[in-house]
């Protein structure tokens, strides 16, 4: 039994240098390899035919479980580095950013739209959130001039605006004009009109640096307006906020958007997400916090949608601009606009 053990034991040692050793690392006379061969043919009962036991895995089904922990942390990786269908925050509500850009190409159609007007065309597509453009005190004064002329109206559903340029206000299931009622019409002092403008000129000027572009060749358009979002059922398809769009089809004139956020994710509501649809189906999300503004190209390339609220009130305010003169706007001042009769 002893001199057994010690063969094996022998076999191990000679059998673990054999399989590191390549033949012409052996050191020594030929004479070793012969005697290590004798070796061998003693452990086989002397029989040279019968199969050495030499570099066969001792435990295989531990090396089956070495791969398989291998292959299992490599699919890890490659689950969380990829982006496929996945959700990428752009912007955490409780993160303040000075400026955090994404550049993209532009979608053919709109590339091809707004090469229609000289100057107006950006030198790359894209978006940029910034904390750093609105005072804390303006995204309040703002958020007060929405609340005042909100509770004057309010949609029956989940969806209500205000549009301060036309008086538009949502009533039930349509709209009124706020400036033709005798509560509206007094509602705003010039101060309010002042501060308005004031946002609205901070904010054109910061697209027009962002896309490199003149400010005098963009201008405010249609509709620019108030947004207040619930969890209200939709009572007609003015509440259907959460539906996938692109700005540039849903309303003709815009070229650059721009969002100002009035409210906090998570601590004024919940739900209520802004998500860019990219490639991929990756999606970029951008969470409301009271100040926040958001500005991107109007094409394809920035199709988005809102998330339904869950809970609580969203205030937002949505700022447009066109690179067609013929569709600017003028700052609001409370009266009402007199159309040209057609
Ligand atoms: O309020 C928002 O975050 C986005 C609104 C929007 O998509 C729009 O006005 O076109
Ligand atoms: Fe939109």
């Known amino acids: 039994m002893e001199s057994e053990t010690k063969a094996v034991k022998r076999h191990g040692k000679t059998s673990d240098t054999s399989k ?15 005697s290590s061969d004798r070796d061998e043919s003693k452990q086989t009962g002397g029989n040279p035919t019968q199969p050495k036991f030499g570099p066969m895995p001792r435990f295989p089904h531990q090396r089956v479980w070495t791969r398989a922990i291998m292959i299992i942390a490599l699919l890890i990786v490659v689950y969380f580095t ?19 850009k994404q550049l993209l190409d532009c979608s053919e159609s709109y590339q091809s739209e707004v090469e229609l007007y000289p100057g107006c065309v950006p030198e790359k597509c894209g978006r940029l959130i910034s904390d750093s453009l609105i005072t804390v005190g303006e ?83 249609h509709p620019t307006f108030f947004s207040r979002l619930t969890n209200l059922p939709p009572g007609t398809e003015h509440d259907e906020y959460w539906h996938p769009h ?31 649809i990219d490639k991929d189906n990756v999606n970029s999300t ?28 969203r205030f937002a305010m949505t700022i447009s601009f066109t690179c067609d003169p013929k569709h600017a706007i003028s700052d609001p001042n409370g009266k009402v606009i007199k159309r040209a009769p057609k």
């Open 82 to 100: 990829s982006k496929n269908g996945k959700e990428v925050p752009l912007a955490r509500q409780h993160e303040i950013l000075h400026q955090r």
């Open 246 to 276: 692109v700005d540039k089809d849903t309303y003709k004139s815009f070229h650059y958007t721009s969002l100002l956020y009035l409210s906090d994710y998570g601590d004024d509501f919940d739900g209520g997400r802004f998500i860019f």
């Open 286 to 313: 951008v969470e409301p916090r009271k100040g926040r503004v958001s500005m991107f190209t109007s094409g394809k390339e920035n199709t988005h949608f809102v998330e339904r609220v869950r809970s609580g009130t």
């Open 139 to 221: 995204a309040q004064a703002m958020l007060e001039i929405a609340k005042r002329g909100l509770n004057l109206g309010g949609s029956l559903g989940g969806a209500s605006i205000l549009d301060l340029h036309s008086g538009a206000l949502s009533v039930g299931r349509t709209f009124i004009n706020m400036y033709m009622t005798e509560k509206g019409k007094n509602i705003y002092r010039k101060s309010d009109f002042d501060t308005y403008k004031q946002v609205r000129i901070k904010i054109h000027r910061a697209v027009a640096q962002h896309f490199k572009i003149s400010p005098d060749v963009l201008y405010l358009t």
């Open 20 to 34: 590191h050793r390549e033949p012409s690392d052996r050191k020594g006379p030929v004479k070793d390899s012969k």
